[in-house]
């Protein structure tokens, strides 16, 4: 399997502008899960889904963050409008089950996001 | 709510010496706790787990962990560390609660140094 594959690796953006990260969980994995990488707040959950429903949105920051998962393989997080404190690394991950069902979280390499 | 402690931001080892990096966690009953390993510009990769049973668990590449319920410790260990185990690591707990079996806590990342 290639396993979870995001895209772009890097993306340079100016403030205001819509950013989309895209991501393609592990075929046959029903959760897949948003995750943001930064130095001061280190791995934040930002959303997951189970099934292709979103079961636990509480940890996007703000409305300007959305995502959606239109079908078992493919998901997307957007952010409209963008800003210089989004800049991050974001990573999406799958499992087969829930991480605490012994099914381990599967991440991808992540998207490099600066807005400038 | 639960969380993790790693106290260690950085930790510097020669190659070949012992490592032990420390990990506490919080949680209100038995935890299922991770490591995590993150090389640069990768996403984590699971070194090793903990759900029951024995409390000393083994991992991928020569890693262990032993988990102690009395000091809520995960502390991983290798007996002697390679250049290419130079990376971040990561602790993470979750748990059986519905609801948090999803939802893995992650600490802030311990980065290993290996000098020659």
């Known amino acids: 399997d290639a396993g979870v594959i995001q895209s772009p690796r890097h993306e340079v953006t100016e403030m205001g502008q819509e950013v989309t990260l895209r991501c393609k969980p592990i075929?046959?994995?029903?959760?897949l899960f948003w995750y943001r990488q930064t130095m001061m707040r280190g791995l934040e959950l930002l959303i997951y889904?189970?099934?292709?429903?979103?079961?636990?949105d509480s940890g996007m920051p703000e409305d300007r963050f959305s995502a959606k998962m239109p079908n078992a393989s493919f998901s997307t997080l957007k952010i409209q409008p963008s800003e210089p404190r989004d800049s991050a690394v974001y990573f999406c991950?799958?499992?087969?089950?829930?991480?605490?069902?012994?099914?381990?979280?599967?991440f991808g390499n992540g998207t490099r996001l600066t807005v400038t | 709510a639960q969380s993790v402690t790693q106290p260690d931001i950085h930790i510097t080892v020669s190659e070949g010496a012992s490592l032990e990096l420390r990990c506490n966690y919080s949680?209100?009953?038995?935890?299922?706790l991770f490591w995590y390993v993150q090389s640069p510009g990768q996403g984590l990769q699971l070194l090793l787990k903990?759900?029951?049973?024995?409390?000393l668990v083994q991992g991928i590449k020569g890693f262990e962990a032993e988990f102690k319920r009395s000091q809520s410790s995960f502390n991983l260990r290798k007996p002697s560390v390679h250049w290419s185990d130079a990376a971040e690591y990561f602790c993470?707990?979750?748990?059986?609660?519905?609801?948090?079996?999803?939802?893995?806590?992650f600490g802030t990342g311990t980065r290993l140094q290996v000098t020659l």
């Open positions: 075929s046959g994995h029903d959760y």
């Open positions: 991950a799958s499992s087969f089950r829930r991480p605490g069902d012994n099914s381990p979280l599967h």
């Open positions: 903990y759900f029951s049973g024995d409390t």
């Open positions: 993470a707990v979750g748990g059986g609660y519905t609801g948090t079996a999803s939802k893995l806590t």
């Open positions: 949680y209100g009953a038995t935890p299922y």
């Open positions: 889904f189970n099934n292709n429903v979103p079961i636990d």
